[in-house]
């Protein structure tokens, strides 16, 4: 393995989810470095940590360069045992935690688990995911119920950023597909009424649009670019003239889009 | 506002929800103090930096206390401005650079958005949250392409699993139920015949299970614990007899069921 080439290790006591996150964005700044990435979540043991270091160990001498470590442990002692990698260990919790200590004037409580709920949460989140399923493509018996409803043409993004909201911040998201029908009226369906003001418009670029279309039904003129022209125009004329707050998701990926309508329209996260 | 309370300000030049998650990791340490929490996503630019300040001043002021201020903001010159806030400002990048640059011997890029591809990533993920829902409970004619076939008893936490797995890790994850018929047999459906190799069971505390059928159909046999006994029963022998992996999801959150089963399976994400 030539030196630009780097093993790095994701180590959590939990999913490794964040850390892998946060990896990601680290790593892309350094673009000319080809990164061999390896997660290895719940390590939440001494056994564990031990099973840890031994793969990182190996690592290290099998490429001749010591690995990149990103761990998040919140227990110290087992963040003291995974620092004599021979690699470069970085630990959030050592990086976060002493400054924050010394602002707050309290010491931390150092226990694993602490940091990722289980109880109430679940559940919530399954109930957003429920309520996601049951209000999608204008389905559903308790709209009213709902934190947002998405609006937009057929395939503009709504459904995958309803399940998004859902699992992410256990919202409740519906969502309801414009059609040629309410366009010819220039109106809302009628069983939007009762959600005015919970109304988010997407929209997406026609050329995009004509491309998710005909991967569904090639040479179909619900899939012709006219159709989507002329479906993505009466939309977003729709939202102005309702004053509906709307988005375009062409460049945008599901939690782009999620995390800028929950900011736009201030929501609050039930999780 | 008393010394008890604190305003926490999470700031990214993208969406946020990397540093919320490692927040609410490094807060939960500090238990007895309550955390009141704002994040102001997508700062990309020097003006949104400016509007950012003038937030946290405000807080500042009003509480008499200066705020904690978590951001990931990957522009040098933006992390410089977010510095002066009257705030405890605390940047992943600033925390891991440094220390990463020395380690790889050359200069990280400094590029706002480097850290978020958009492009193929995006398709992928879509495409996975449209297998899913196609390959729900028992549904779809692509099984094959599968990546995972999530199996259990009705309501052990499939679908939101699947649907996850196609969110964080553009997986495509299918889902079909077992069934009294299925454990009448002692055998699993032989539409799974074709995906013997990507089996995971899903199994669930029978106590649970009652409990998230009853809110569903209350009073039925569907929902009466000693149901849920024999089912949960019968599909763990199930598993154990033809040797198919399975976890107990009854205390997990829906990422470390999915984190987990990515681990088990060693399988690759897509994204």
């Known amino acids: ?23 990601r964005g680290l790593l ?15 390590v939440d043991d001494a056994s ?20 990149v470590v990103i761990s998040s442990l919140a227990d110290p002692a087992l963040r003291d ?21 010394a602002e707050l004037g309290t010491p931390p409580a150092g226990a694993v688990g ?20 049951a209000h999608d493509d204008g389905l559903g ?45 220039g109106r809302l369906p009628s069983a939007l009424d009762v959600v005015r003001a919970k109304l ?8 995009r649009l004509h491309q998710i279309r005909e991967e569904r039904r090639p040479g179909s003129s619900y899939a012709a670019l006219a159709t989507c022209q002329r479906e993505v125009q009466a939309a977003e004329a729709l939202f102005r003239r309702l004053d509906i707050p709307y988005l375009d998701s062409t460049n945008m990926s599901v939690e782009e889009i999620a995390s800028s309508l929950v900011h736009r329209q201030g929501l609050r996260p039930r999780l």
């Open 48 to 67: 564990k940590v031990e099973a840890a270091l031994a793969r990182i160990t190996a690592a290290a001498a099998e490429d001749g360069v010591r690995p």
């Open 200 to 207: 988010f418009g997407l929209s997406i670029r026609p050329e």
């Open 1 to 23: 393995m030539s030196m630009s080439v780097r093993r790095v290790f994701f180590v959590s006591d939990h999913t490794g989810i964040t850390v892998e996150t946060l990896g």
């Open 114 to 133: 602490r940091l990722h709920g289980v109880g109430g949460a679940y559940g919530s989140r399954i109930d957003a995911v429920n309520f996601a399923l």
């Open 141 to 185: 018996q308790r709209l009213h119920q709902a934190d947002v409803v998405l609006i937009g043409v057929s395939r503009c993004g709504k459904t995958p950023t309803c399940l998004y909201l859902a699992l992410q911040y256990g919202l409740y998201a519906a969502n309801v597909p414009l059609t040629a029908e309410d366009f010819e009226r």
């Open 81 to 101: 045992r995974l620092a004599r990698a021979p690699a470069l260990v970085m630990d959030v919790f050592d990086r976060f935690l002493p400054p924050l200590q």
């Open 28 to 42: 892309s700044q350094f673009d000319h470095i080809e990164f061999v990435r390896e997660t290895l979540p719940f």
